[in-house]
T-cell receptor
Framework: EPEVTQTPSHQVTQMGQEVILRCVPI?????FYWYRQILGQKVEFLVS????????KSEIFDDQFSVERPDGSNFTLKIRSTKLEDSAMYFC???????????FGQGTRLTVV | QKEVEQDPGPLSVPEGAIVSLNCTYS??????FMWYRQYSRKGPELLMY????GNKEDGRFTAQVDKSSKYISLFIRDSQPSDSATYLC???????????FGKGTSLLVTP
C-alpha cells in the first residue's frame, strides 16, 4: 500500500542551526502539506504546496521556514535558524486532489537543544 | 471560540463496549470531515472520511456528521484493546486546503 515516508525519524539539533526535514509523498498525489504537533497539543497546519508553489500557509510559517520540491519525488521543509520552541513532531501529508483525503507520514521528531 | 473542540478524555472502556467519540465545530463552511487514529509518537492514520452530512460505515467504525448542529461523531463497535489510541477529528472547507484538527481524545480499551 502506498505511503508517505519521512526522514529522519528523529533529529536533534542545536539552537540556531538549520535543519531540513524530508518527505516522499505518495506518487500520484498533487497536494503536499507540512503539519506539526508540539507534545501534548493538537496537530497544527504549517503550509500547503501545489503546482510548485505555496498555496496556503499559517501564521506559524514565518520567514524562518521554507519548503521545496527539488525533484519529482521529494518534498522538504527547511527551518533556517531553529529555536527551542520548534521542538515538535513534524508531519508531512499528501492528497491526490482538493477535497480528497489526506494521508500522513510517520513524522520526524525534532528536538532543539 | 476554538474552531474545533474535542474532549481530550481519557476515555476508558471495557473490551467489547461501544465507544462514542465526538467533535463540535464553529465554522459552517466545513464540509469534509475526517477521523484519524494516532498511536503515541506516530503519524495520524486515516480511519474515516465523509463529505457533508450523513452516516458512513466501515467495519466496526461508523462516522456521523450533523452539519445543522456542527457536530460529528465516531462510533466504534466491539472495541478491542488494539483500539487504544488517540482519536483526532479533522475538517476543512471546500475551498480551503488546510485541515483543522481537534486536540484528540485518548481512548483506553481494557481487556
Amino acid at each position: 500500500e502506498p505511503e508517505v515516508t519521512q526522514t529522519p525519524s528523529h533529529q536533534v539539533t542545536q539552537m540556531g542551526q538549520e535543519v531540513i526535514l524530508r518527505c516522499v509523498p505518495i506518487s500520484n498525489h498533487l497536494y503536499f502539506y507540512w503539519y506539526r504537533q508540539i507534545l501534548g497539543q493538537k496537530v497544527e497546519f504549517l503550509v500547503s504546496f501545489y503546482n510548485n508553489e505555496i498555496s496556503e500557509k499559517s501564521e506559524i510559517f514565518d520567514d524562518q521556514f521554507s519548503v521545496e520540491r527539488p525533484d519529482g519525488s521529494n518534498f522538504t521543509l527547511k527551518i533556517r535558524s531553529t529555536k527551542l520552541e520548534d521542538s515538535a513532531m513534524y508531519f508531512c501529508a499528501s492528497r491526490q486532489g482538493a477535497g480528497t483525503e489526506a494521508f500522513f507520514g510517520q513524522g520526524t521528531r525534532l528536538t532543539v537543544v | 471560540q476554538k474552531e474545533v473542540e474535542q474532549d481530550p478524555g481519557p476515555l476508558s472502556v471495557p473490551e467489547g463496549a461501544i465507544v462514542s467519540l465526538n467533535c463540535t465545530y464553529s465554522n459552517s463552511a466545513f464540509q469534509y470531515f475526517m477521523w484519524y487514529r494516532q498511536y503515541s509518537r506516530k503519524g495520524p492514520e486515516l480511519l474515516m472520511y465523509t463529505y457533508s452530512s450523513g452516516n458512513k460505515e466501515d467495519g466496526r467504525f461508523t462516522a456521523q456528521v450533523d452539519k445543522s448542529s456542527k457536530y460529528i461523531s465516531l462510533f466504534i463497535r466491539d472495541s478491542q484493546p488494539s483500539d487504544s489510541a488517540t482519536y483526532l477529528c479533522a475538517m476543512n472547507s471546500n475551498s480551503g486546503y488546510a485541515l483543522n484538527f481537534g486536540k484528540g481524545t485518548s481512548l483506553l480499551v481494557t481487556p
